[in-house]
């Protein structure tokens, strides 16, 4: 199968293409390298791997690579409510309407769209369980943009994959999605003061999210059109509880709490995953797993090179 990514050099493309080739599919990246990420080197010895540099502004560009390719997973984004917040228009053309012109095109044909998601879209849950039939109500301007853009996705018959917090390790590393970070913190910091710290929020390890790529793949003609929450159904945790756990690992590690601040982004639901679990599919790593890869993981990455592998301003996500 012929397979487009847009956003393929960052932090899940990088690891989500090497999957695709190792199955035997022809994959054509489509980025911008906006943070100069150098993730996709190591796949240049694939015949069936081709990258373009470019944007997913250039209409143009997007719509011949969509019309040569079979599948099309629309991976480029402005991550996270800090980096969208800092530029609400170029965050609304990237997480929107490029998704929206992939629709349209797809739109009745036989092409097929599978998207990430985030299931940040439920805002402020508490402690009502939140399945795929739960309102959105997303609090960011990151989250806002994605729940359109899906919406686009499922008028074109595609697949919605709404993501838990993503963890592990990748090519394109992230230090600033929570276990990456609490994880980093914990080895360099040696203590966090926490806000808000009973919100709760679902987690989920990168290569979890590579596989059900793949099974939402091969079963498209049974779960097109459908929306799964993607997570680690054992790990709906409280930032407290997870900061416990990064504790089992890194005893050093110190936890404190200041509940004069907020956190911006507001997550703090319990999210289910039985219906994707239902088709056969469920996740395979921990968060122990997680953050035993991370310790290794943060051995070999040099300190003062860490801002090169964040998204955001740092303090943000629960901690400062």
Not at 52 to 61: A, K, M, S
Request: hydrophobic share 35%.
């Amino acid at each position: 199968m012929k397979i487009l990514i847009t956003g393929g050099a960052g932090y899940i493309g990088s690891v989500l293409t090497g999957a695709l080739l190792e199955k035997g599919h022809e994959v054509t990246v489509l980025d911008n390298l906006m943070y100069n990420q150098t993730s996709l080197h190591i796949y240049s010895h694939y015949k069936t791997f081709n990258f373009v540099f470019g944007d997913v502004r250039d209409t143009q560009l997007l719509k011949e690579l969509v019309e040569y390719n079979d599948l099309i997973i629309p991976l480029a984004a402005i991550v996270g409510f800090p980096a969208c917040d800092r530029d609400p228009e170029l965050a609304e053309m990237v997480n929107y309407q490029h998704v929206k012109r992939i629709a349209e095109q797809v739109r009745g044909t036989n092409k097929k769209i599978i998207y990430p998601n985030t299931n940040s879209g439920y805002g402020i849950g508490g402690n009502t369980v939140c399945n795929e039939d739960s309102p959105l109500r997303p609090v960011s301007h990151y989250g806002k943009t994605k729940v359109k853009a899906e919406k686009q996705v499922l008028s074109a018959g595609g697949i919605s994959l709404r993501l838990a917090t993503v963890f592990g390790s990748s090519p394109r590393m992230r230090m600033d999605l929570l276990v990456n970070e609490f994880v980093y913190k914990a080895l360099t910091d040696k203590y966090i003061t926490l806000f808000e710290k009973k919100f709760v929020r679902n987690y989920v390890h990168i290569r979890d999210v590579v596989s059900a790529f793949l099974h939402v793949l091969d079963l498209y003609q049974f779960t097109k059109g459908q929306i799964y929450n993607v997570g680690l159904s054992d790990a709906n945790l409280t930032k407290e509880e997870l900061c416990e756990k990064i504790k089992e690992h890194i005893p050093s590690f110190s936890i404190f709490s200041d509940e004069s601040f907020e956190d911006p982004d507001k997550r703090d639901y319990i999210v289910s995953n039985q219906k994707i679990e239902e088709t056969g599919w469920s996740a395979k790593h921990s968060i122990d797993d997680g953050i035993e890869e991370l310790i290794k993981t943060y051995s070999i990455l040099i300190k003062d090179l860490s801002s090169g592998y964040r998204n955001d301003f740092p303090l943000s996500y629960g901690a400062k």
